[in-house]
Nanobody
Framework: QVQLVESGGGLVQPGGSLTLSCTAT???????TNWYRQAPGKQRELVAS???????IYAGSVKGRFTISRDNTENTVYLEMNSLQPEDTAVYYC??????????WGKGTLVTVSS
């Protein structure tokens, strides 16, 4: 069984930066790696993705401010978040989708943007 462990969340002031990490407990090959977020009272939304061919996709609300990346082993995926705003406050989840269709999810890490 693979587990995804997120870290890096916390409290940050508006305009600040955080980098989230998502580490798989063993090496897996995924066809898509995603960061989602869910704000209080809202539906979970896709924030950033790595798709096949290393293509990256970003939600319009974070484009130019967030960057998804991964290490050479592909065991750890990062989400660098800059110019954070209160509306970025949410629980951020890592998701990896295997060719078989199996989805793995982390338990989430809370990001709070507040002065």
């Amino acid at each position: 069984q693979v587990q995804l462990v997120e870290s890096g969340g916390g409290l940050v002031q508006p305009g600040g930066s955080l980098t989230l990490s998502c580490t798989a407990t063993r090496t897996i090959f995924s066809i898509q790696t995603n960061w989602y977020r869910q704000a209080p009272g809202k539906q979970r939304e896709l924030v950033a993705s790595f798709t096949t061919g290393d293509r990256t996709i970003y939600a319009g609300s974070v484009k130019g401010r967030f960057t998804i990346s991964r290490d050479n082993t592909e065991n750890t995926v990062y989400l660098e978040m800059n110019s954070l705003q209160p509306e970025d406050t949410a629980v951020y989840y890592c998701n990896r989708r295997l060719p078989s269709g199996i989805n793995y999810w982390g338990k989430g890490t809370l990001v709070t943007v507040s002065s």
